[in-house]
């Protein structure tokens, strides 16, 4: 019986502590929908999804200039055309150089 009185007055004594802790254990690691480990993954998910909403508006804003530079200018629509299409005119050649990549050992 001494030891259990002895529980007994440690908990009498310190019951706000080993309440808090409770709550914080709950609250931070037990709770699957509000714990601190979602709140963090949500974080870092939020995060990358903000770098991608960047990347990809930058990618907006230099393809719209490239089509507006395009419809506007008949030499840069050649340039596309001959670059990315490889398209030539009628008395022309082309040479396409592939770079062979295990020869660089």
């Known amino acids: 019986m001494g030891k259990l009185v002895l529980f007994w007055n440690f908990i009498?004594?310190?019951?706000?502590?080993?309440t808090l802790v409770t709550f914080?254990?709950?609250?931070?690691v037990l709770d699957e929908e509000n714990s601190l480990l979602q709140r963090f993954s949500h974080w870092r998910e939020?995060?990358?999804?903000?770098?991608?909403?960047?990347f990809y508006r930058n990618q907006y804003e230099r393809?719209?200039?490239?089509?507006?530079?395009?419809?506007?200018?008949?030499?840069?629509l050649?340039?596309?055309?001959?670059?990315?299409?490889?398209?030539?005119?009628?008395n022309e050649d082309i040479y396409i150089f592939e770079e062979d990549l295990n020869k660089k050992q």
């Open 46 to 54: 939020i995060n990358k999804l903000k770098s991608e909403i960047t």
């Open 78 to 90: 050649e340039k596309v055309a001959r670059e990315k299409y490889l398209m030539k005119k009628p």
């Open 24 to 28: 914080a254990l709950i609250i931070g």
């Open 12 to 18: 009498r004594r310190h019951k706000y502590a080993i």
């Open 63 to 76: 393809d719209s200039k490239r089509l507006k530079e395009i419809s506007s200018d008949p030499e840069a």
